[in-house]
């Protein structure tokens, strides 16, 4: 039995997760994913490995931009299969590509603007990758099933979901596959989650594999203690409301802002912080926040205490909620300290970059940085000390307290990676380890290596194996 595996992207690299799997002429992506590291966004542009319309099917392990955002390109160019996730995940997809095909849009509109005022032609950001109505023609695409549902690809194929406790609806994929007799099993890590972090349930663990395709986005680290996160936050809130400057958060939309307001609504009922005007300056972030309300039987056992106690951690005093323009501009003129969590998370796009442009230059007010910040990303620069940063083609020194709290991560760190590994009672006939900045993969191959005396390599984008 040979098994096709090629490796289209999140190799040596953080964003554009994308595999395909093929056997028998049938070909299967696990995921579709957008870059987001500045050097490498021109991927996005440019024509699929292998043509949308070869395509049979497309699973999807979670929301995140890096993991779907190509589906209405997929779509525009010739796809006409299922694509495959949980019912969560059918509905917060949703949100993220219309979301994402407005800012494309929005920002090609701006950069056209500001060339032609400088009277100077822009390259292909002047024109989106995807339009509002591209990403509607995508979304009835998207096929729901169940965790632990096995989804029939072909008579030879199957794959079932598992929850990846990663984000809301997130997914481990296994494809079961049979041929004259023989059988094999590759597992998909997809974002692997961590344990005991408030809201979702832990990652699924395996018992056996034949092949593993493994996340390793904090594989050379270990997160701080769950503890350190409200010690650490309340401190910075505390101090920066003492100087009188805002604290503003740069947060993904899509579980990293509900869990920011799972902290602060606990911090405030202990007492442990001012009730400050708390604002989610993000439609997404507030839609998806909705999604979360309706879909409790994903939650951990502390979560649904709660609300059945009538204590959702998504609604709590002075919490608003700004969907329109005009309300995110309003947040300039509040006086005295207010927190601001806005998208996107790696500062790349969104009204983030507005309230930077507000307080990076002021000495008194914190940026917060509660996620991953990948390499070229605006925030990648903040966080490593830049002493200016461009935001709207300006220029704007950097004086505002700049600080991160690791303990919010969705990820595993190598510790908890190496225990989602250690549930396997086989040896896995080889390791690919992926998602991953090129240092940290390699580090983390190594500490498999040696933790486990395994066969694990790392891909190079567009390598391809031979699954015997």
Not at 109 to 130: D, M, Q, T, V, W
Not at 218 to 235: A, V
Not at 298 to 313: A, G, N, Q, W
Not at 331 to 359: D, F, P, W, Y
Request: proline share 4%.
């Amino acid at each position: 039995m040979d098994i096709r595996l090629r490796f289209l992207g999140a190799t040596k690299n953080v964003t554009g997760s994308s595999y395909m799997v093929e056997l028998d002429g049938l070909k299967f992506l696990v995921d579709c994913g957008f870059y987001q590291e500045r050097e490498l966004k021109s991927r996005n542009w440019g024509p699929f490995p292998i043509p949308p319309k070869d395509i049979d099917a497309v699973l999807l392990t979670h929301a995140h931009l890096d993991h779907c955002g190509l589906l209405p390109k997929l779509v525009k160019e010739g796809f006409k299969g299922h694509v495959y996730c949980t019912n969560a995940t059918v509905e917060i997809t949703r949100i993220v590509l219309l979301d994402s095909a407005h800012i494309q849009e929005e920002d090609a509109a701006n950069k056209r603007k500001r060339h032609e005022r400088e009277g100077r032609k822009g390259p292909y950001p002047e024109i989106p990758l995807y339009t509002i109505d591209d990403a509607k023609k995508s979304l009835p695409f998207l096929y729901p099933v169940n965790y632990e549902e096995e989804v029939e690809l072909s008579d030879n194929i199957k794959a079932t979901f598992y929850d990846a406790g990663h984000i809301l609806g997130s997914s481990m994929i296994k494809f079961q596959i049979s041929k004259n007799g023989e059988k094999r099993t590759i597992i998909f890590s997809g974002d692997v989650g961590r344990w005991n972090v408030p809201i979702l349930q832990d990652p699924t663990v395996f018992d056996y594999a034949d092949y593993v395709i493994v996340e390793s986005t904090y594989g050379d680290r270990i997160h701080e203690d769950q503890g350190h996160i409200e010690e650490s936050l309340s401190e910075i809130i505390n101090s920066t409301r003492k100087n009188n400057g805002n604290i503003a958060i740069p947060s993904f939309a899509i579980g990293r802002t509900q869990e920011v307001l799972y902290y602060l609504n606990k911090l405030l009922y202990q007492k442990k912080i001012p009730h400050l005007m708390v604002f989610v300056d993000s439609p997404m972030a507030i839609d998806v926040t909705e999604v979360f309300k309706h879909h409790s039987e994903l939650f951990d056992k502390d979560t649904i205490k709660l609300i059945l106690r009538r204590e959702s951690p998504f609604d709590f005093p002075n919490l608003k909620l700004t969907r329109t323009v005009s309300e995110s501009k309003a947040i300039n003129n509040i006086k005295g300290t207010s927190i601001i969590i806005a998208g996107s998370g790696m500062c790349n796009e969104g009204r983030i970059k507005h309230h930077l442009v507000q307080n990076i230059s002021r000495p008194e007010s914190t940026i917060l940085f509660v996620g991953y910040q990948a390499e070229g990303t605006l925030g990648r620069q903040i966080v490593d000390g830049n002493e200016e940063v461009r935001i709207f083609g300006q220029m704007h020194p950097v004086r505002a307290r700049i600080e991160q709290i690791q303990g919010f991560s969705a990820h595993g760190d190598k510790e908890e990676l190496i225990k989602w590994l250690s549930g396997l009672e086989n040896r896995p006939s080889h390791v690919f380890v992926t998602h991953g900045e090129s240092e940290v993969s390699n580090k983390f191959a190594e500490i498999i290596r040696e933790n486990k005396n395994w066969d694990v390599s790392v891909p190079n984008y567009m390598d391809e194996a031979i699954l015997s």
